[in-house]
């Protein structure tokens, strides 16, 4: 059992940034695929983007490039995820999850499920 | 991107009886040089996150009943509860693992009749 644990409920300004923090525990953070996943009210979850930390490999969606930053500190094993020129419809719950298998197949890899989630960070962009 | 779609939005069926949902992608997630459908299924309860039942379409995750049932290929697949208990009342996503980014289907949720 992998227990990941988020950072608290944040209300953002929109323009503003945000930047979620997901503590995990030691012994093989690193080698995990980890993903970040949120999920509108009332709609279904939304795949941001994800970093292998052993590998330094992080990718995004094409829909946040350029808003998104996605990174992992091996020492602290934590991974953030920042976004940028928060709106309103960036209001969601944030999650990080961990895929513990990922196979590498034509050039790239695949998280092969998620298996273990977060707690969830609520992040409201309001004026 | 990869668009997943899943039938019906809701289902409600009675208990003890088999419970089907359906999910299809817009391209093929089943790659033939391994035979491996990048497909997974997840099931949601109100104020928790998803959690992982089956992967490779088929495959069932650690702990989770054999009621629940994964099959397909290419672009149909299909989750099977083959005899609903009161605690499958959820919503139910299919998501793709093919290609980033990583696509979830829009959920169907299942009550009981």
């Known amino acids: 059992q992998v227990q990941l644990v988020q950072s608290g409920a944040e209300v953002k300004k929109p323009g503003s940034s945000v930047k979620v923090s997901c503590k995990a525990p030691?012994?093989?953070?690193?080698?995990?695929?980890i993903s970040w996943v949120r999920q509108a009210p009332g709609e279904g979850p939304e795949w941001m983007g994800g970093?292998?930390?052993?590998?330094?490999?992080?990718n995004s969606a094409q829909k946040f490039q350029g808003r998104v930053t996605i990174t992992a500190d091996e020492s602290t094993t934590t991974a953030y995820m920042e976004l940028s020129s928060l709106r309103s419809e960036d209001t969601a719950v944030y999650y990080c999850?961990?895929?513990?298998?990922?196979?590498?197949?034509?050039?790239?890899?695949?998280?092969?499920?998620?298996?273990?989630w977060g707690q969830g960070t609520l992040v409201t962009v309001s004026t | 991107d990869i668009v997943m779609t899943q039938s019906p939005d809701s289902l409600a069926v009675s208990l003890g009886e088999r419970a089907t949902i359906n999910c299809k992608s817009s391209?093929?997630?089943?790659?033939?040089?391994?035979?491996?459908?990048?497909l997974a299924w997840y099931q949601q309860k109100p104020g928790q996150p998803p959690q992982l039942l089956i992967y490779?379409?088929?495959t069932r995750d650690s702990g989770v009943p054999d009621r629940f049932s994964g099959s397909g290929s290419g672009t149909d697949f299909t989750l099977t509860i083959s005899s609903l208990q009161a605690e499958d009342v959820a919503v139910y996503y299919c998501?793709?693992?093919?290609?980033?980014?990583?696509?979830f289907g829009q959920g169907t949720k299942l009550e009981i009749k």
């Open positions: 490779w379409a088929s």
């Open positions: 999850a961990i895929s513990t298998h990922y196979d590498y197949l034509r050039g790239s890899y695949r998280y092969i499920g998620i298996d273990y």
């Open positions: 970093i292998i930390p052993i590998l330094g490999i992080a």
């Open positions: 998501q793709q693992y093919y290609s980033t980014p990583y696509t």
């Open positions: 030691g012994g093989s953070f690193s080698s995990y695929a």
């Open positions: 391209q093929s997630v089943s790659y033939s040089s391994n035979n491996k459908n990048y």
